[in-house]
């Protein structure tokens, strides 16, 4: 009798994070899509461009993307299909499109829609880059919650303990 054994993701991993569990739905569903929205670019697009890039929000099964200029947000248009089916494969099948927008010099984004969550850790859990951790402490920054800057200091001191 073999043993059949499960594929444990990033996403797997954050949906489990107390932090996880004070946020809503959309806000939650951002972190959770994070490590396959990473781990997709770092795939598909050169190692330069995907700072030009973030995650804004997910909405009725829409997922919507912020791009730096117009020469970005197109270039993420012509392979937001394959990120779709990339999504899919990861088990976020209620994306059912995607939305590339352009950030504009004056716009600023909604701090509850947890733009500055949305650039926790990458997938790699273990080595935690020092933008990681200057997006934590930015968010922690951003939050009203006390209990929810509490948790995001803790996932900091955590991660600087693995560097």
Known sequence: MSKKYSRTTAADIVRKL????????????????TPAWLEWARQALPLDCINHYQLNSVRHGKLVIVGENASSASQLKHLSQSLLEFLHEQGFAEIERITVRIQHPTQHFDTDS??????????????????????????????????????????????????
């Not at 107390?18 to 899509?33: C, F, H, R, V």
């Not at 650039?119 to 209990?147: G, H, R, Y």
């Open 18 to 33: 107390p932090l996880n569990q004070q946020l809503d739905a959309s806000q939650a569903e951002l972190i959770k899509l």
């Open 114 to 163: 947890a733009v500055a969550l949305a650039q926790l850790p990458s997938a790699d859990f273990v080595t935690p880059s020092d933008a990681s951790l200057k997006s934590i402490d930015n968010c922690q920054k951003m939050v009203k919650s006390e209990q929810l800057a509490d948790a995001l200091a803790k996932l900091a001191d955590t991660l600087r303990s693995k560097k």
